[in-house]
């Protein structure tokens, strides 16, 4: 078995770097949950996997997050003595029954400096006051992650490591600016569907809510030209079965705050079944005349647009 923490030299993240060395109670209990996370996914992970931990550790992570929660499920993974030793494919591969579903993860940055950097508010003790929240610039590196993981899904269709068939699934974590990114609806909704400002009308004579949706909005502004966030009812990006969100990260795993939310494509040429996966949230996105309504199957109907 290879040591998950035996990897040193130069250009190494410093989260990892604390964690291997583990000097505080917190970094010791994370190290050994970290290694208890290796044995079990090392069977299916990418021969380079421990070094681009040790760089990339956020993202890393969230892929072994992934892959372990979809073992503890019970359900079946493509091991890595089984995948193509040249070329890449995906970072993970469910085998469902007589198909395989593959999945690309990402956690991106908080994106270079400039206004539409994911920054949070300076605090009272340093200078700040009441400042918005970046949400807009959120989703801006959300939109960015999903074209990324898009493309790369498109370049596998292409070169045949992927069958016309197999289901694909992009997985966004949010862990680098999880508190920046709201839950409710989840950001992943506002990002890729049209879903703008939350909309109440009441009645002004009992101040009753009479109706309550979400405002039609398929752009995110930006200085340098408005981003589309219509990519899940958009036939372009039909490839995509669906996108998997949470904003865990290697700070926080529970899921009651921070839960797995799977988002099916609509649009999808191949769609992956309902119910299907160990999330949290589901949601479902169903055209109603000219309106586009997105229901979480697990709970209640959430949001429209």
């Known amino acids: 078995m290879t040591q998950i923490f035996e990897v040193v030299g130069d250009g190494l993240d410093i989260g990892y770097e604390n964690i291997r060395e583990a000097n505080a109670p ?22 380079d996997f421990c070094d681009g931990f040790a760089r990339d550790l956020d993202a890393r992570f969230w892929e072994m997050f992934l892959g372990c929660t979809l073992i503890d499920a019970g359900l079946e993974l493509l091991p890595t003595v089984e995948r193509a030793v040249e070329g890449g494919q995906p970072d ?86 999880a508190l920046l990114a709201p839950e409710d609806p989840p950001l992943i909704m506002t990002s890729l569907l049209p879903i703008g400002n939350e909309r109440l009308i009441v009645n002004p004579e009992t101040g009753e809510i009479v109706e309550q949706n979400f405002e039609y909005a ?5 200085e340098s030209g408005a981003v589309p966030r219509t990519a899940l009812v958009d036939p372009q990006f039909s490839s995509v079965s669906g996108v998997l969100w949470s ?48 229901n979480d199957i697990r709970a209640h109907p959430t949001s429209n647009a």
């Open 26 to 47: 917190a970094e010791e209990q994370m190290r050994a949950l970290i290694e208890e996370m290796w044995a079990k996914y090392e069977p299916y992970a990418d021969p």
């Open 92 to 177: 993970l591969c469910v085998i469902d029954q007589s198909r395989r579903i593959w999945i690309e993860a990402i956690a991106p940055t908080r994106g270079a400096q400039g206004p539409d950097q994911v920054v949070g508010p300076i605090p009272l003790n340093q200078g700040g006051g009441v400042a918005p929240m970046p949400v807009r610039q959120a989703r801006l590196r959300t939109t960015s992650a999903f074209w990324t993981k898009f493309c790369r899904i498109q370049s596998y269709l292409d070169q045949g490591v992927i069958n016309p068939e197999d289901g694909r699934v992009i997985a966004i974590s949010a862990s680098r600016f």
């Open 218 to 222: 398929p752009e995110i502004e930006r």
């Open 247 to 294: 904003r865990i990260g290697i700070g926080n795993m529970e899921r009651q705050v921070r839960p797995l939310t799977m988002v099916h494509n609509p649009l999808a040429d191949v769609p992956i079944n309902q119910g299907w996966g160990p999330w949290d949230r589901e949601f479902v996105t169903t055209q109603d005349d000219s309106d586009w309504v997105s």
